[in-house]
């Protein structure tokens, strides 16, 4: 069982064990205060989506260029203007403010679609000032000749990259989707991951019988969605030196206390 007398997080010396998950109120700046205040030991920022920064880049780009050169007298009809920004920079000006506003650690998520964009992405939140990064790995393979080992393998070569540029704390977001999950652990942990944070939630979708139209129907999680991070915190307790967070399903005290119970350092709610 987590010693609740003192918590320690990626190396990160806690208050508590509850840390705030991201989400939409880690998002709004309005709320950092209110989350510490009502006993947040370190917050999570939402996501950086790499494939987000590269479809408005895209966006932008062929809004630009169509139509280009097409009439000669129209390239001066308009003045120059700057053009809004979008890369990172907004995502990273959140995380230097909540730095500066908040005396509890705050850790910068990440999901990349990219090799060179994790690394990247990971380098320039480092930067910004994030005490630690969580690596959201959100990864749905649909290829068949993918292999289990193969799949596994990218994960613990993406830890290698991300450690290999940056010297803050790393924590890999990991779904519970696979064959050996305590293997895996222990391999990433031998990667460099100072943390695992157990479970991602994917989105799953759902036909629309009227409109015969995949749609998103994201429910929200209920206690019963615990289970399946208590049992795997439960095991991995004492086989891996790494930390363990739990997060799905967490909606009361009571939750709390069973992940911790389990070897959870900290929860996510």
Not at 44 to 56: A, D, K, M, N, T
Not at 89 to 106: F, N
Not at 107 to 136: C, K, M, Q
Not at 223 to 235: G, K, M, V, Y
Request: aromatic share 6%.
């Amino acid at each position: 069982m987590t010693d609740l007398t003192t918590t320690t997080y990626l190396g990160l010396h806690l208050r508590s064990p509850l840390v705030a998950s991201p989400g939409p109120l880690t998002g709004n700046p309005a709320m950092w205060e209110r989350l510490e205040a009502a006993g947040a030991a370190a917050i999570v920022l939402p996501s950086l989506f790499e494939e987000e920064i590269e479809q408005e880049a895209f966006a932008r780009s062929f809004a630009l260029e169509h139509g280009t050169d097409v009439y000669g007298e129209a390239l001066s009809y308009l003045p120059d203007l700057p053009l809004p920004d979008v890369g990172p920079a907004h995502h990273l000006t959140l995380v230097e403010q909540a730095r500066e506003r908040l005396s509890i650690p705050v850790i910068a998520s990440l999901n990349g679609t990219s090799p060179g964009g994790w690394v990247r992405y990971a380098r320039h939140l480092a930067d910004a000032g994030a005490h630690a990064i969580e690596l959201n790995v959100y990864d749905i393979v649909v290829d068949p000749s993918q292999s289990s080992a193969e799949v596994e393998e990218r994960y613990v070569e993406l830890v290698e990259a991300v450690r290999a540029e940056v010297d803050v704390p790393i924590a890999v977001k990991l779904g519970p989707w696979f064959s050996a999950l305590g293997n895996l652990a222990v391999r990433l942990q031998d990667a460099g991951a100072d943390g695992l944070v157990l479970f991602n939630r994917l989105y799953q979708p759902d036909i629309d019988l009227d409109t015969l139209e995949v749609v998103p129907r994201l429910a929200l999680s209920t206690s019963a969605e615990t289970r399946l991070p208590l049992h795997w915190i439960a095991n991995l307790y004492g086989n891996v030196n790494c930390s363990l967070a739990a997060t799905s399903g967490v909606h009361d005290g009571a939750d709390a206390l069973k992940l911790l119970l389990a070897g959870a350092d900290v929860v996510m709610t």
